[in-house]
C-alpha cells in the first residue's frame, strides 16, 4: 500500500515523474494472464521507460535487463513496474493498454493533476487513490530530506542514505557525473521505479547548492 | 548477513549500500551489526565484494530471525508467515477486486519507512490503541499473521525484537470515523520509539472529486500533491 507512495521532494521535481505498476488481481483475473502481461510489457518497451525493474530476475534497465528474457519468464502473478519521465509516454501506453482492452489494473504515481489530465487525454475514469499521509514518529531518527529524496524512489528502500550521500558528495566534489551517479544509486532497486533522470536534476541541484 | 572474515581484506566500499547502516568498519574487516541487520540481502546481491565475502549463514533463516528476510528482502516469499510481500494489492487491482468500497477507506501504516527500520513489537503503540478502537486488521496482511491476538494488536513474544526494514498495518474504516481515526494515529505517533508513513485509499466520487482531501486538512493532515491513482483499466471492472 505503499510501493511508489512516499517518494518525498520539492513539488517541481514531481513533474518529470510517473511510476506505472500493471498487475492482475491474485484470485480474480490472475489465471491464465501472461500473454496480457507480456503484451503490457511489450507496450512499455516500445515506448521505452526511463527505468523499469524485476524481482523475478532481480534486475532493472540500469544492471541491463533484457526485454525479451524479462518477457520470456513472465508468469500469472509478475507485475509490470516501472517509471518515465516523459508525460507523453504514459499517454501512449495507456491509450494503447485501452484500445486493446488489455485488462491488468495499472496504478500511476504522479502530481494529481498531471495524473488526472492524463487519464482525461486518454478517456479513462480515474477509481481509487492512494493518498500519503506523511511520515510520523520519532522524526529524529530520519535523515535530512535532501537525502530521502532519493531514497524514496525506491519502494522497496533498498536504496541506502549511506550510498546516496557518498555519491552527492562524489558529484559535489566534482569525481562523479550526475549521470554515473544517478545510475550508481540506481542498481540496488529491482522494483524498478528509482527514476535516474529525477535522481539527476537532484543531484544537479546538490551542485549547485 | 555476515562477512567472512578470513576473506575480507578490510577495503570498506561495501558500507554505504546497506539500507540499516549496518556494516561497520572493524579493526582488519567489515563486520556486520548482527542485531541491526533486516536480512534484506543487498550486500550478498548488489555489492562488488572484490573476494566475496559476504553471506547468508544459516542461523539467518531459522526462527524467528527469519522474519526479517521476509519482511525487508523485496525478492524473498513469506514462507513463514504464508503470504506473500509485504502488504496487499491495495489500491493496485481495486479496479477489480473493489477491496476498498464506497463509503470506507482503506488505511495502511507502513513502520520503519522510509529507511529506518523497525523493531516489530513497537507497531504496538499504534495497533493496540486501533484494537480499543475496534480496527479488523487485514488478514491477508503477513503482520497481522504475527499478532498474537489480532483483537488487541498484540505481537507475538518470539518475534517482537526482531528488527525489519519495514511491516505495514493495513485496515478499512467507515469514512464516518476518519477524523477519530485519524487523531487516535496521530496523538498515539506522539509517544512513538519509531517512524512510520502511512496513507490512504479512497474512491473518486462519480463526478470525479476527492472529498477526503478537505477533511484531512481540517484535521491538519496537509496532503501532498503526489498521489497514486488507479486508472480504472481492470477487468472484470467492479463499480462496487
Known amino acids: 500500500m505503499t510501493h511508489s507512495l512516499h517518494r518525498l521532494g520539492p513539488v517541481d521535481t514531481f513533474q518529470e515523474d510517473y511510476v506505472f505498476i500493471s498487475r492482475p ?5 490472475h489465471q491464465g494472464c501472461t500473454p496480457k502481461i507480456q503484451r503490457t510489457l511489450e507496450i512499455v518497451f516500445q515506448e521505452g521507460p526511463t527505468n523499469l525493474g524485476s524481482l523475478t530476475t532481480q534486475e532493472n534497465l540500469s544492471l541491463g535487463l533484457d526485454p525479451q528474457t524479462l518477457i520470456s519468464r513472465t508468469e500469472d502473478n509478475s507485475p509490470v513496474m516501472c517509471c518515465f519521465h516523459e508525460r507523453e509516454k504514459v499517454i501512449n501506453v495507456l491509450k494503447h493498454l485501452k484500445e486493446e ?17 492524463i487519464c482525461d487525454e486518454v478517456g479513462l475514469k480515474p477509481h481509487s487513490v492512494d493518498i500519503s499521509l506523511g511520515i510520523h514518529g520519532k522524526l529524529e531518527m ?17 536504496v541506502a542514505a549511506g550510498l546516496v550521500k557518498q555519491m552527492k558528495k562524489a558529484v559535489v566534489d566534482g569525481r562523479m557525473s550526475t549521470e554515473a551517479a544517478a545510475r550508481a544509486m540506481t542498481k540496488p532497486c529491482y522494483c524498478g521505479i528509482f527514476n535516474q533522470k529525477r535522481a539527476e536534476k537532484l543531484l544537479a541541484q546538490t551542485r549547485q547548492t | 548477513m555476515k562477512i567472512d572474515d578470513g576473506l575480507c581484506i578490510g577495503c570498506g ?3 554505504p549500500y546497506c539500507p540499516m547502516g549496518a556494516i561497520e568498519q572493524g579493526l582488519d574487516t567489515a563486520v556486520i551489526n548482527w542485531d541491526e541487520c533486516v536480512e534484506c540481502g543487498i550486500c550478498v546481491r548488489q555489492i562488488e565484494c572484490p573476494v566475496d565475502a559476504f553471506y547468508e549463514p544459516e542461523e539467518a533463516l531459522k526462527w524467528p530471525r527469519s522474519v526479517r528476510k521476509v519482511f525487508s528482502d523485496p525478492t524473498s516469499k513469506h514462507e513463514n508467515t504464508g503470504v506473500r510481500g509485504r502488504g496487499t494489492e491495495e489500491v493496485k487491482t481495486n479496479d ?3 477491496r476498498f468500497k464506497r463509503g470506507s477507506f482503506g488505511i495502511a501504516i507502513e513502520f520503519g519507512r522510509p529507511g529506518v527500520g523497525i523493531r516489530l513489537g513497537d507497531v504496538e503503540v499504534i495497533t493496540k490503541i486501533l484494537a480499543e478502537e475496534g480496527i479488523e486488521f487485514e488478514r491477508a496482511n503477513p503482520l497481522t499473521f504475527l499478532m498474537e491476538d489480532i483483537h488487541t494488536g498484540k505481537i507475538k513474544d518470539d518475534v517482537r525484537n526482531e528488527k525489519v526494514l519495514s511491516a505495514i498495518v493495513e485496515f478499512v474504516i467507515p469514512q464516518a470515523d476518519l477524523e477519530i ?9 506522539r509517544k512513538a520509539q519509531c517512524i512510520f508513513s502511512w496513507g490512504l485509499v479512497a474512491r473518486f466520487e462519480a463526478d470525479g472529486t476527492l472529498p477526503v482531501v478537505g477533511r484531512l486538512e481540517k484535521i491538519g493532515i496537509k496532503v501532498p500533491q503526489n498521489m497514486k491513482v488507479n486508472v480504472g483499466l481492470g477487468r472484470p471492472f467492479r463499480e462496487e
Open chain 2, 13 to 15: 566500499e561495501c558500507l
Open chain 2, 96 to 98: 477489480v477486486t473493489a
Open chain 2, 181 to 189: 481515526i485519524c487523531t487516535k494515529i496521530d496523538e498515539a505517533s
Open chain 1, 25 to 29: 488481481a491474485m484470485g480474480i483475473n
Open chain 1, 101 to 117: 482492452k488489455v485488462g491488468l489494473s495499472v496504478v500511476v504515481t504522479g502530481l494529481i493533476d498531471n495524473v488526472l489530465e
Open chain 1, 142 to 158: 530520519l535523515p535530512e530530506e535532501e537525502i530521502m529524496c532519493l531514497t524514496t524512489m525506491c519502494g522497496h528502500g533498498m
